[in-house]
Antibody, heavy 121, light 107 residues
Framework: QVQLVESGGGVVQPGGSLRLSCAASGFTFSSYGMHWVRQAPGKGLEWVAFIRYDGSNKYYADSVKGRFTISRDNSKNTLYLQMNSLRAEDTAVYYC??????????????WGQGTLVTVSS | EIVLTQSPDFQSVTPKEKVTITCRASQSIGSSLHWYQQKPDQSPKLLIKYASQSFSGVPSRFSGSGSGTDFTLTINSLEAEDAATYYCHQSSSLPGTFGQGTKVEIK
């Protein structure tokens, strides 16, 4: 069965950095695009970033462009999100999500359990 | 950016009742509309993909319809375990966007 397990969340000061990881299993990781989606406490869902199955294309939400970097290591079945220059408004649960198709369809069928990032002094 | 507007924001429903949630897109998205269920302290789970295709393992009481700009999620004969927030999501173009959510409470 598909499993996505995020890690790396925690409390960080404004301006700080964190790297999130998402360990994937139960499917051929190197064949699927992956996304990061976040949810601020008590709020709705916001797409953050996408990476193509081979890492050749990456897209970001305007709110994180220039500060966050999505990457993947297909040999380790792991997705990453490097977050720099963190702001209070980046406080959220961060989910990794698997694309529902082998191409770039931008829809998700499985989500991880999420990891909480809190930006506070 | 495509804006998705769900209605209602909240619904209190008796078990076995029928629930209808609508999602309207700010421009045509074909059938690139998906529905997710999120229970408290859990991650979202896919119910319906591409407007009307049921995802594997989802109970048959959940169904979706629509195309273009207007979509509907229907829950026939609501069960207590269906208490959750429901989100629509469009994948027609990036940035992928979500509706604001509809919270369904069991009376």
């Amino acid at each position: 069965q598909v499993q996505l397990v995020e890690s790396g969340g925690g409390v960080v000061q404004p301006g700080g950095s964190l790297r999130l990881s998402c360990a994937a299993s139960g499917f051929t990781f190197s064949s699927y695009g992956m996304h990061w989606v976040r949810q601020a406490p008590g709020k709705g869902l916001e797409w953050v970033a996408f990476i193509r199955y081979d890492g050749s294309n990456k897209y970001y939400a305007d709110s994180v462009k220039g500060r966050f970097t999505i990457s993947r290591d297909n040999s380790k079945n792991t997705l990453y999100l490097q977050m720099n220059s963190l702001r209070a408004e980046d406080t959220a649960v961060y989910y990794c999500a698997k694309e529902s198709c082998g191409g770039s369809c931008y829809s998700y069928d499985y989500w991880g359990q999420g990891t909480l990032v809190t930006v506070s002094s | 950016e495509i804006v998705l507007t769900q209605s209602p924001d909240f619904q209190s429903v008796t078990p076995k009742e029928k629930v209808t949630i609508t999602c309207r897109a700010s421009q045509s998205i074909g059938s690139s509309l998906h529905w997710y269920q999120q229970k408290p302290d859990q991650s979202p789970k896919l119910l319906i993909k591409y407007a009307s295709q049921s995802f594997s393992g989802v109970p048959s009481r959940f169904s979706g319809s629509g195309s273009g700009t207007d979509f509907t999620l229907t829950i026939n004969s609501l069960e207590a375990e269906d208490a959750a927030t429901y989100y629509c999501h469009q994948s027609s173009s990036l940035p992928g966007t979500f509706g604001q959510g509809t919270k369904v409470e069991i009376k």
